[in-house]
Structure formats: structure tokens, C-alpha cells
């Protein structure tokens, strides 16, 4: 199983590195999620499940613009939104690697395999989701 | 019901289904959604973006687990989510245009009948430790898709490549189709795909396809987060719960019964996608 035409296997730092930014976007994700539902449970203690489902309160911070001012007021609905695009962002981040890495390897085929899946996961956040909204 | 008593009971049923869905291998997702149609009213298309929330954090769990111990295939994970992102991003899109076109009773019955398929496949799901006579395709030759790991059962390297690679992307092509349009990881379609086209060792296989889950699940979550499907404040204390859970899962498995704890908890799974469809056609 050695021959010489065969690509070597992804080298230690490479799965070191994947390993890292699953743990650390878990870790923030979770994090800011936990903070928003408390503090947001805070101002909203007697909310029920119903209206909580009718009414998403990150409706209004999925634009942009309306998310940095949200942030800025310290509101905890944008603190969740932000929460939740580092739990989505997280296996996103790692196809970014995974590119870096086959494009500095000159593998051609994997190097556009890994830009084809990452062009269609932005395209599905910043595209097909808000045109569907 | 209100929200100071909803998140505790939300959070406990997500630690169950984490704890139930690592016993049997079929993912928190699979019980967590149809239980927060059943049993908290939760609409489906909410159900479906909370499962979404909760495959990408269990999936981050114990992809991170795995990839450190050099159990994933980093490779031909990555070439397969070619197969699995398109997909997932054509089945969050049916979902959200079944809702908006008051469909969701379809959603409902295509879940249960889902659900009713993953459990036997589940169930009868034959490993093979160590595929023998392995002949790679041209297409696994040209892009190496082969890896080495060691087996700490066995304590030697084992060397493993890669076999039919197009019948492995369609298959992958349906997983992603399911875990996008509802919310599931579809870990036993894509082992089905590494273990029998690729035929990967048993190991290298359930540890590749976590790591795909999670990327599968970003695209199908992308699209459900962007049109405003993902409700945060149910979503947040689920994926904790499941994560919780499905680590609790992961300690107690080597101390009991596979078989024993599958046939417990199978019946129910059954018996809530049976009610599913039972609600999908307006009967329960």
C-alpha cells in the first residue's frame, strides 16, 4: 500500500487543526446561545412556548445592518443570531482549511471539489435562505 | 405553557433523546423532532430547524473526538460532501417551500415513513471490521483516497482504500437530500455508502460519516437560519440537551447491550413515526 504514485495521507497538523476549530466554534456557539436564552429569559420571564415560536426573535437581526445595531444595544436576540451563525459557521470553517490545504498541495481536483462545497454553503446561507425567507 | 417551565421539560427530553439516540445509533434527531411535534406542539417545520441545530453541535462533539484520534478520513469525507451539500440544500429548500405552502401535513407523513426506514436499516445493519480484496477505482487512485489508522482492538496499522466511488456518491446524494429536508444527521445512509460501495474499514466508516453530518447539516441549516426557521430559544437548550446526552451515551454504551438497548427503545421510535403519519393525515 505504498506505491509511489499514491498522495499521502493529510498530515497530523492538519487533523490538530480540524479538531481545534470543531471544539473551539462548539464551544463558543453553545456559549453564546446559553447566555442569550438566559438573558433573554430574563426580560421575558412569563413568554410562552406558542408565542416564542410564532414571534422568532431573531427575525429582525438576520440582515446585516439590523445585527450590529442589535449588537450594539446588547440585545439578546442578537447575541443568539450571532450564536447560531458560529454553530453553522463551524463545519464551514473547516472546509475552509481543508481548501487552503489542497491548494497548497497542488491537488487540483480535491482543491476545486473543497471550493465547489464551500461556494454552495454560502450560497445557500446568503442566497437561497433569504430569497426563500 | 410557559417558557420558565418549557425550557427545563425541552432540555430534559433532549438529554433523553441524546442518551437514547447514541445507545441505538440513530442520532438525538431522530426521536427529538417528531417528540416536539407530539408532545410539545411544536410545529414541524420549527422541529425540523431545531434537529438542524442539534446534529451540527453533537456532530462538532464528537467529530472533534474522532478526528484527533485519526479515526476520520479527511479526504474522502471531503470529496463525498461534493454528493452530500447539493443535496441538503434541495431538501431544507423543499421544506421551506412545503411550509409556506401550508404543506407541512407532507412534511409530517415523508417523516414518519423516514423514520420507519431508518429503524430496520438500523437494526439489521451488518458491520464489516476489516473488508477484505479491495480494489480501488480509478477515480479513488487518482485522488488517493485510501488512509492508514491503528486499531487499538487489534494493536497493528491497518491500511484501507477506497472501491466504487459513483454508486457512493449517489447515495450520499439522498442522505443529503434527507438530513436537509428533515433536520436528521442520515448516518446509517452514509455508513450504508462508505461501508458497502467505498468499503472502508467498520471504524474509519461511523467516524467519516460524523464528520460529514456536520458539514451536510451546515448547508441544510444555512438555508432553514437565513428564511427564519431556527427559533434560537428552543434550539439553544435542545442542542445542549442532546449533546449532554449523546456524551452520557457515548460513557454508558460499553457497559451495556447493544441489541438489548436497541429493542427497548426501537418500539417507541416505531411507535412516534407512526403517529406522525397518523397526524399528517389528520387521523390523530
Redesign the interface.
Given at each position: 500500500?505504498s506505491a509511489p504514485?499514491?498522495?499521502?495521507?493529510?498530515p497530523?497538523v492538519?487533523?490538530?487543526r480540524?479538531?481545534f476549530i470543531?471544539?473551539t466554534?462548539?464551544a463558543i456557539?453553545?456559549l453564546l446561545?446559553?447566555v442569550?436564552?438566559l438573558v433573554?429569559?430574563f426580560f421575558?420571564?412569563?413568554?410562552?412556548?406558542?408565542q416564542?415560536?410564532a414571534h422568532?426573535?431573531?427575525?429582525r437581526y438576520?440582515g446585516f445592518t439590523g445585527l450590529v445595531a442589535g449588537l450594539a444595544a446588547g440585545n439578546p436576540?442578537a447575541v443568539?443570531?450571532v450564536?447560531?451563525?458560529a454553530?453553522?459557521?463551524?463545519?464551514?470553517l473547516?472546509?475552509v482549511t481543508?481548501f487552503y490545504y489542497f491548494r497548497h498541495g497542488g491537488?487540483r481536483?480535491?482543491e476545486l471539489?473543497?471550493l465547489?462545497?464551500l461556494l454552495?454553503?454560502l450560497?445557500?446561507?446568503?442566497v437561497?435562505?433569504?430569497v426563500?425567507? | 405553557m410557559q417558557l420558565e417551565l418549557a425550557l427545563p421539560l425541552l432540555m430534559l427530553l433532549a438529554i433523553v433523546a441524546g442518551l437514547v439516540g447514541a445507545l441505538t445509533g440513530l442520532g438525538g434527531g431522530v426521536i427529538v423532532i417528531p417528540a416536539l411535534v407530539l408532545l410539545f406542539g411544536v410545529p414541524i417545520s420549527d422541529a425540523i430547524g431545531v434537529g438542524a441545530v442539534t446534529i451540527l453541535a453533537s456532530s462538532s462533539a464528537a467529530g472533534a473526538a474522532y478526528v484527533r484520534e485519526h479515526l476520520t478520513d479527511l479526504r474522502i469525507g471531503m470529496f463525498l460532501e461534493i454528493a452530500t451539500v447539493p443535496g441538503a440544500l434541495i431538501g431544507a429548500s423543499t421544506t421551506v417551500i412545503l411550509t409556506h405552502a401550508s404543506l407541512e401535513p407532507v412534511l409530517l407523513i415523508a417523516l414518519g415513513v423516514v423514520l420507519l426506514l431508518i429503524v430496520p436499516g438500523t437494526i439489521s445493519r451488518r458491520h464489516v471490521e476489516l473488508p477484505e480484496g479491495v480494489q480501488p477505482d480509478a477515480r479513488s487512485r487518482r485522488l488517493g483516497l485510501r488512509g492508514r489508522y491503528h486499531d487499538n482492538v487489534l494493536d497493528r496499522d491497518v491500511d484501507y482504500a477506497a472501491d466504487r466511488t459513483s454508486p457512493a456518491l449517489g447515495v450520499m446524494f439522498g442522505a443529503g437530500l434527507v438530513s436537509g429536508m428533515f433536520g436528521i444527521g442520515a448516518g446509517v445512509f452514509k455508513v450504508l455508502a462508505l461501508e458497502k460501495y467505498l468499503r472502508l474499514p467498520m471504524k474509519v466508516a461511523t467516524a467519516t460519516s460524523n464528520f460529514m453530518i456536520g458539514v451536510t447539516a451546515a448547508a441544510g441549516a444555512g438555508i432553514l437560519f437565513a428564511a427564519g426557521f431556527i427559533d434560537p430559544l428552543v434550539a439553544a437548550p435542545v442542542a445542549l440537551g442532546t449533546a449532554l446526552g449523546a456524551f452520557g451515551g457515548s460513557r454508558l454504551l460499553p457497559h451495556l447491550r447493544n441489541q438489548t438497548v436497541r429493542w427497548v427503545f426501537i418500539p417507541f421510535i416505531v411507535l412516534l413515526a407512526v403517529e406522525s403519519i397518523l397526524r399528517g393525515l389528520g387521523i390523530a
Open positions: 500500500m504514485s499514491v498522495r499521502p495521507l493529510l497530523d492538519e487533523y490538530r480540524m479538531s470543531l471544539r466554534g462548539l456557539a453553545l446561545m446559553v442569550g436564552v433573554y429569559l421575558h420571564p412569563h413568554l410562552d412556548l406558542a416564542a415560536l422568532n426573535p431573531i427575525l438576520l436576540a443568539l443570531t450564536g447560531l451563525l454553530l453553522v459557521a463551524t463545519p464551514i473547516r472546509v481543508g491537488e481536483t480535491l471539489v473543497t465547489t462545497v454552495l454553503l450560497f445557500g446561507l446568503f437561497l435562505g433569504p426563500l425567507r | -
